[in-house]
């Protein structure tokens, strides 16, 4: 909110007195911490292949890449008592066979790694389906931008955290995480402000809305008030894992309902 | 600590009642201390005995003051800042009134920020205490040309900037919700306008600022770090005038006079932005729809009804209103009411009751058809004061008095329309109730010795109605009680010492030591690096607990060349008791379960503060440095070892310069260096569903680049003579263009995805004002 309120400050004051903010790309001298291990586990209710990925954290000045941990010993094990093996595919990615996770059941994920034992647990909701997309202009200060808006109904009954995956061609573009404190046992429609000014009509958008559990939720909520985004800017720090062992990362439980819109 | 605290406590109490055990044939001579021009009461004057006896006491803050004397002939001499001294022999018979009128000096060659008295900051034994006079600070060059009280403080030593343009500060490694900020003695809670690039302080209507860094006298409790006190101009009791001026971002106009010729005054002085005014210039229809800007108002007005009662009456409002087209409205602001009666039992009691409130709030509103809300959130005070001086004989001076301040905070009303998908949420409202009580001596040993001994019974009771939740350490609700209203969920009490003295080496050199505790009930709710209009404050709780302070400090205090230099340097060790942080991911916005989300450690702050001040001449000024070191402890942050508080800053150097070579023109410069705050900065990356994300290790383990820059400004006066005297100044914000870094953002280059960016945001750059000033 600040941020945006200084932006909108910064943003009039010119027209005024000959000074703006200004960016620069600037080199600091950050430290090498030890590499860790980082465990991202997504697990769908949608009978497919689902996957472990498991990598090590590297420096900041090197080139951006998925810094493969190879040969972990990977299980999930369901509720029941099922136990799902995941055998790694290509170097870092683990797959299991194809089977669906159940909303209303936890899941205990087992990583063993170099010796070193990393588990956790989620639970899977009760599923919220995406009913409908539309799209939106907003306009601040003279500009126009144009988003897109999920439109699904909460459960009155439950307290429930939403994820959302913006994906255009082929790329997930936008991730975000909202509660229902707000608006809970609502019709709601909120807008994810990601901006599609580029997308020519007829370009297709896809969204997905996952429910996921509170420790999820404030995974990602974290993740993102590190990216400035959700909220006043805050000191970062690492966001906090429902994996055990110092591990970073996520296991993410979650269901799945998703939507294409055309933009108009 | 609590050691030092016991030992505090029995000298304090052993030195409050030898008191009461001898007593001297003295008589009293009082009266208020005036400007012989305006009939303004004059706060901090100095009243000096010479002859064989050599005391002295210093105006209160009603102009007010009583000398104890035995029987004889004494010269006393008078003397305030910019004012000429005034001699005058008195024959002492028996209790005698003596109202002293002061006339100004016009050869105006002292420096801004003074000690009444030419050398009373090495004779008193208060430390850690900072004056500005208000009336000239007008040519120190300021962001925009708007003159700022509060960024003036900033460069002193021990008070440091919450950031670029902003008026928050730190004091002695406290946080910006550690200062008590009182405006005619009401509590403001939102200092800032325009989300912290202006204080709330209009420098027409000001009179007075002190700043207690250190060894708070009892009468002052509330908040750990510093007590801001600041006093509303009063107005001329003789003559009308009207005054203001005409700048780059707002324009001030004031009005003062006599209510009564000699009797009574008022006075009245607005401000208001206009940026709002150039949006509605602007041929895009978006752009005109917006709105932007902020006004305040400071009224007060006094009536002597007779020489033993006075009246007065005083206000502030003030409010930001911000609004994006038709969709989105934001305002926020504070008000503030305080009526005070002073009264004089006899010739010596003194006495002042106040009673006060004080509101904050801020609307919210977004008028999006399917999402539309609208916010309320206040915080509410009232809040009766009684002080009482008592001149006990020649070499004591006693002040007691109590408090009582009802707390009511709403946290947050969400209302919506029936259409709307949001609900309409109605968060808890919570009372409080801070109870206190204080004595204190100011001990006159010998010539050369001083003591001020104090001590504060401070209270708070959280009062119902509502329901209460106990957590467990993990923010688990564990218990949930409800209590009726006007029920008691839970009592503090706490006994503050405060203890300071000083040893005059001889007439140009003292020491000083002071002892102080400090204990804080209210606590602002934010864990965002810059502050905003939204954050909340919380009362103690059953979880909460008062945030406590002890601080110790010693100084040498030394005046050479005739006082015409002031030099000090002070030694403080401060140690913080229930700080209060968050834990990671917490989001604040509303949130009606925040206690959940709170830990609770330590703190400790040291440093040493050097400060010199040519006072007197063409070219005056003066240098502050500051080196420091403020950390924290939390068992649930950083592995549970200390960690560098944000506002660390090893290094804090300011230097102010003032040229006046004759009677129109006057050249100001200041300069700024301060090490970079603690921050947290990635040291390696990984990569989150294909997203990059950043591995933090140790929590504030970075700096950000240092900060300097250097502002220069020119007045020029008129002719004197004129009936309308009118001023121009110009001033040069950031003259060498230093890109300073507002913040530091880590993010994938958008050209090239392989590689991650530091991108630094600066701000602002040069920026030049000119400002027309008009008094008639």
């Keep these: 909110m600040k941020k945006n309120l200084i932006r909108l400050f910064i943003a009039i004051l010119p027209a005024i007195i000959l000074f703006s903010s200004c960016e620069k790309v600037i080199t600091l001298d950050l430290k090498n911490a030890k590499a860790k291990v980082v465990i991202y586990g997504d697990i769908s209710d949608q009978t497919d292949y689902q996957y472990i990925r498991i990598s090590r954290s590297y420096n900041f000045t090197e080139s951006n890449k998925f810094n493969a941990a190879t040969g972990a010993r990977v299980i999930v094990t369901s509720q029941q008592g099922s136990v799902i093996n995941f055998s790694e595919i290509t170097p870092g990615v683990y797959q299991s066979p194809k089977f669906r996770g159940i909303p209303g059941q936890s899941y205990t994920l087992d990583v063993t790694l170099d010796g070193q034992k990393y588990t956790s647990v989620s639970s899977m909701p009760e599923k919220v389906f995406l009913d409908s997309l539309n799209f939106r202009q907003v306009s601040f200060f003279g500009k126009t931008s144009t988003h897109v808006v999920a439109n699904f109904e909460d459960p009155v009954e439950i307290k429930n955290q939403y994820r959302y995956l913006l994906t255009i061609k082929g790329k997930v573009v936008e991730e975000v995480v909202s509660d229902d404190r707000f608006n809970n046992g609502n019709k709601v429609s909120n807008t994810i402000y990601h901006e599609l000014n580029d997308l020519k009509p007829g370009d297709p958008i896809e969204l997905d809305l996952q429910c996921i559990d509170r420790n999820v939720y404030t995974y990602f909520f974290s993740f993102g008030q590190n990216m400035g985004e959700g909220g006043p800017p805050v000191s970062p720090a690492n966001p906090p894992s429902n994996i055990s062992n110092g591990a970073l990362g996520v296991f993410c439980v979650h269901t799945s309902s998703t939507r294409i819109a055309k933009v108009l | ?776």
Excluded: C
Excluded at chain 2, 172 to 184: A, F, H, K, V
Excluded at chain 2, 196 to 207: M, Q, Y
């Design chain 2, 1 to 776: 600590m609590p050691n030092i605290q016991r030992v505090a406590l029995l000298i304090i109490i052993g030195l409050l009642f030898s008191k009461f055990t001898h007593a001297q044939r003295n008589y009293t001579i009082s009266g208020t201390v005036t400007d012989a021009g305006s009939g303004e009461a004059l706060i901090g004057a100095s009243i000096q005995v010479s002859g064989l006896l050599k005391t002295g006491v210093i105006s209160n803050s009603y102009g007010f003051y009583a000398l104890s004397l035995p029987q004889g002939e004494f010269e006393l001499s008078v003397s305030f800042i910019s004012y000429k001294t005034q001699v005058q022999r008195i024959t002492v018979t028996k209790n005698q009134k003596l109202n002293i009128k002061l006339a100004e000096n016009n050869q105006l060659t002292e420096v801004v920020i003074s000690s009444t008295k030419r050398d009373e900051n090495v004779s008193s034994p208060q430390m850690g205490l900072q004056k500005v006079n208000v009336r000239e600070i007008g040519t120190i060059p300021v962001l925009l040309g708007e003159r700022d009280v509060l960024k003036t403080l900033q460069l002193l030593p021990g008070i440091k900037s919450a950031g670029e343009g902003n008026s928050g500060f730190y004091v002695r490694g406290g946080s910006t919700d550690q200062n008590l900020i009182l405006l005619d003695e009401a509590p403001v809670y939102n200092a800032s306008h325009l989300l912290g690039f202006f204080s709330t302080f209009n420098s027409d209507a000001i009179k007075d600022l002190s700043v207690y860094k250190g060894g708070m006298p009892a009468q002052y409790g509330g908040r750990l770090s510093s007590v801001l006190d600041i006093r509303m101009d009063e107005g001329n009791r003789k003559t009308y005038g009207v005054e203001g001026g005409i700048g780059l971002i707002s324009s001030r106009l004031k009005a003062d006079g006599p209510i009564v010729k000699d009797k009574g005054s008022f006075m009245i002085s607005a401000r208001r932005t206009y940026l709002d005014a150039f949006l509605a210039l602007s041929p895009d229809s978006s752009i005109r729809g917006n709105t932007l800007f902020f006004y305040d108002v400071n009224a007060k007005a006094n009536y002597q009804l007779n020489e033993r009662n006075t009246f007065y009456l005083s206000g502030y409002f003030g409010r930001d209103k911000l609004g994006i087209s038709k969709s989105f409205g934001f305002n926020w602001g504070n008000a503030t009411v305080t009526a005070r009666w002073n009264h004089l039992y006899g010739s010596k009691l003194f006495s002042n009751t106040s009673l006060i409130y004080s509101n904050y709030n801020y609307v919210i509103q977004n008028k999006n058809d399917v999402n539309n809300f609208e916010v309320n959130s206040s915080i509410k005070d009232y809040n009766l004061k009684q002080d009482y001086e008592y001149n006990l004989n020649g070499n004591n001076n006693l002040k007691f008095g109590v408090n009582v301040i009802h707390h009511t905070i709403s946290p947050g009303k969400l209302t919506s329309s029936e259409s709307s998908s949001i609900n309409q949420i109605n968060t808890e409202k919570r009372k409080g109730a801070e109870l206190a009580a204080y004595i204190s001596d100011e001990w006159k040993v010998s010539n050369r010795f001083n003591i001020v001994s104090g001590l504060r019974l401070s209270s708070f009771s959280l009062l119902g109605p509502g329901n209460f939740r106990n957590y467990d350490q993990d923010g688990n609700t564990t218990s949930t009680v409800i209590y009726g209203k006007g029920k008691i969920i839970k009592t503090y009490l706490y006994l503050e010492p405060r203890l300071s003295a000083n040893y005059q080496l001889n007439s140009a050199a003292s020491i000083k030591a002071a002892y102080t505790r400090n204990v804080q009930h209210i606590h602002l709710m934010s864990n965002s690096t810059t502050t905003s209009p939204t954050d909340v404050y919380i009362l103690n709780s059953n979880n909460v607990k008062p945030e406590l302070s002890d601080q110790l400090s010693a100084g040498y205090f030394r005046n050479f060349l005739s006082d015409n230099y002031e030099f000090s340097v002070e030694l403080y060790y401060k140690s913080l008791e229930n700080q209060i942080e968050y834990r990671v991911g917490t989001d604040l916005r509303g949130n009606n379960n925040v206690e959940a989300e709170l830990l609770y450690g330590k703190g400790r702050a040291y440093g040493l503060e050097f400060f010199l001040k040519k006072r007197y001449g063409k070219f005056n000024g003066w240098a502050g440095y500051t080196l420091s070191r403020t950390e924290r402890k939390f068992d649930q942050l950083n592995g549970g070892d200390w960690f560098y508080a944000k506002q660390d800053r090893t290094h804090d150097l300011s230097v102010v310069g003032i040229y006046k070579p004759g009677r129109r023109w006057s050249f100001s410069s200041v300069f700024v260096y301060n090490t970079g705050n603690a921050v947290t900065y990635p040291s390696g990356k990984y990569q989150i569903n294909g997203r990059t994300a950043f591995y933090y290790t140790e929590k504030n383990g970075y700096r950000t680049p240092a900060y300097h820059r250097m502002d220069l400004s020119a007045t020029l006066e008129a002719k004197p003579g004129k009936k309308l005297q009118s001023s121009w100044s110009f001033g040069i914000y950031n003259v060498y263009n230093r890109q300073n870094a507002f913040s530091v953002d880590f993010k994938d280059d958008p050209d090239d995805a392989t590689r991650t960016q530091v991108i630094r945001t600066t701000l602002f750059g040069i920026i030049p004002s000119v400002t027309w000033n008009f008094k008639f």
